[in-house]
């Protein structure tokens, strides 16, 4: 189960949602990666200003998803080999707890208000929720969705949750409240990575097989179009009127304009990019290259590499992963 999209996982962690964080709010620049280094069974935290691994935490099964806490102190790391999440504190740099979950846990998203995290598993069509109680994650029920979901993304206010089903070809709506999903979506095909963008009322599905990506209308509950990617895209991010989507097959990462959908550039990056992930305070992209172990950093103005920072061995990233 360590790929997927030559056997799992390299279908396509999202990723995790994207949205405008409130002006109160705002940390400022990230000053780290946070890489889940599936082939090296390792999360990497990377210094973005010195371009360098900083510390390097043990994860065994394989870590594939990330999702990060609420004041981006703890990550969630989903282990689709060792059946599991594992819990880390990123500061002390260990592994808090592991929690045992069945079947491929993949996807992995956090409530933005703290308390509860979500886990998709791969193989059983459903979601897991692990609720927070006296300072542990504990699981807490499921939730039925479609087949294999994969990215998942969570509404600000926490009330809703979307799931792209990546063997089913929809997006499930759930009602986190209650538990329950209120409706189906049909997107292209094979969607692996979603990401929201709650301020404009859109979501994107990255579609593995019909290399585009489904712009949907979240209170309409619809696609309303469709972007042409590279071959096999992965995950998108958002950054100054713009998506970039990592084409796994291609090299690449195709930028798009969220008012017309239209294609903009291709940008050359590493061997097999996953995930991605966009720091608004500096305009800047970061995307892991699993085939040639690194990151590489795009301007997100002027369309261009400007370095690239070695990790360890297969980072994925899939997820929400900087801080």
């Not at 396509?12 to 949205?19: E, H, N, T």
């Not at 500061?91 to 208000?113: F, I, K, Q």
């Not at 800047?284 to 040639?292: E, F, I, K, P, Q």
Request: aromatic fraction near 6%; proline fraction near 7%.
């Amino acid at each position: 189960m360590i790929r997927p999209g030559a056997g799992f996982l390299a279908a396509a962690l999202a990723l995790a949602p994207v949205w405008a964080k409130p002006t109160a709010a705002d940390p400022g620049p990230a000053r780290e990666a946070i890489v889940t280094v599936q082939l090296g069974n390792a999360v990497e935290v990377v210094d973005l200003a010195a371009g360098r691994v900083l510390r390097r935490i043990a994860v065994d099964g394989a870590p594939a998803g990330i999702a990060l806490s609420p004041d981006r102190k703890r990550a969630y790391v989903t282990r689709p080999e060792g059946h599991g999440l594992a819990v880390l504190d990123l500061d002390a740099g260990t592994v808090l707890s592991e929690v045992p979950l069945p079947g491929g846990p993949l996807g992995v998203a956090a409530d933005p208000r703290g308390g509860r995290v979500y886990v998709a598993d791969w193989y059983g069509n459903r979601v897991f929720v692990l609720t927070e109680r006296g300072g542990a994650l504990v699981p807490d029920g499921e939730i039925a969705v479609g087949r294999s979901p994969s990215g998942m993304a969570v509404s600000p206010d926490g009330a809703t949750l979307y799931v792209a089903n990546r063997e089913a070809d929809t997006v499930s709506v759930v009602d986190a409240v209650a538990r329950r999903e209120t409706k189906v979506i049909p997107v292209g095909q094979h969607p692996f990575g979603i990401t929201l963008d709650a301020r404009a009322g859109r979501a994107y599905t990255a579609n593995v097989t019909s290399d585009d990506v489904s712009v949907i209308d979240v209170a309409a509950g619809r696609e309303i179009g469709r972007v042409t990617t590279g071959r096999r895209p992965y995950v998108v991010a958002l950054l100054g009127g713009r998506g970039f989507v990592t084409n796994q097959y291609a090299d690449s990462v195709t930028a798009f304009d969220l008012a017309t959908l239209k294609p903009v550039a291709e940008i050359d990056v590493g061997d097999h990019p996953e995930g991605i992930s966009a720091d608004p305070a500096t305009g800047r992209l970061y995307v892991a290259d699993w085939g040639d172990n690194r990151l590489t950093v795009i301007d997100g103005t002027t369309l261009k590499v400007i370095r690239t920072v070695e990790t360890g061995n297969g980072p994925r990233a899939f997820g929400d992963f900087l801080r």
